[in-house]
Every structure is written in structure tokens, then in C-alpha cells.
């Protein structure tokens, strides 16, 4: 069974920076795609960015781009979302989730597994 678990969250001030982490299990798939999601409190989940099984595709939502950068290791199968220049609008609760099959490494598409989420919270 997939499990992922982030870390890393917390709250910062405008401006600031956060890394959160998704620490996966065996996935037992040859091909995956790997994401970042956010749900602010009344709002749609949004996909923020993600990545191909290699950490070689990289797509990201407009809002983050040249903010947030997604990487990923496949042998330790850690995924890191580097987040700097935070905004008060970057609050939300943010989870990771994988796509078995890796037809689609984007932001828009299906995602089969999810993380129970951390709190990520901008001060302005």
C-alpha cells in the first residue's frame, strides 16, 4: 500500500521561506507522477506543481511559479517542495499525492494517493 507523509510545514511571516517534505513507500510501480496540492479553508483544492518519477518534468501552478520549486529523490523517495517568497495567500493546508502510471506529470491531472497534509500558514 502507498503511504506518504509530509513534514515541514508551519507558519512564517510574508516574505519568508518553508521546505516541506513527502517521505513515500515502496510504490511498486515502474512509473508514477508525484504532486503538491493546497486546500485553503472554502476554496477548491489546487494543484501547485509536480514531477515525474525521475524529478525531470517539473509543472507548476502560475500563481507559484519562480517562487516554489519542486524536487525529488526516486532512490530515498523523498519529495521536497521549496517554498520562498511566501504570501498571505499561500495559506492552505498542503498535501502530496501520487499518480500510479505516470501518464500525465501535471498539476491538472488524476491523482490516485494522498498524504494527510500540513499546515502551512502566511502572516502578512
Known amino acids: 500500500e502507498v503511504e506518504l507523509l509530509e513534514s515541514g510545514g508551519g507558519s512564517v511571516q510574508s516574505g519568508g521561506s518553508l521546505r516541506l517534505s513527502c517521505q513515500g513507500s515502496?510504490?511498486?510501480?515502474?512509473?508514477?507522477?508525484l504532486a503538491w496540492f493546497r486546500q485553503a479553508p472554502g476554496k477548491e483544492r489546487e494543484g501547485v506543481a509536480a514531477t515525474d518519477e525521475y524529478g525531470e518534468i517539473f509543472n507548476y501552478a502560475d500563481s507559484v511559479k519562480g517562487r516554489f520549486t519542486i524536487s525529488y529523490d526516486r532512490a530515498s523517495k523523498s519529495l521536497i517542495l521549496q517554498m520562498n517568497n511566501l504570501k498571505p495567500d499561500d495559506t492552505a493546508m498542503y498535501y502530496c499525492?501520487?499518480?500510479?502510471?505516470?501518464?500525465?506529470?501535471?498539476?491538472?491531472?488524476?491523482?490516485?494517493?494522498w498524504g494527510q497534509g500540513t499546515q502551512v500558514t502566511v502572516s502578512s
Open positions: 515502496e510504490y511498486g510501480y515502474k512509473f508514477y507522477c
Open positions: 499525492a501520487l499518480q500510479d502510471g505516470g501518464t500525465w506529470c501535471h498539476t491538472g491531472a488524476t491523482y490516485h494517493y
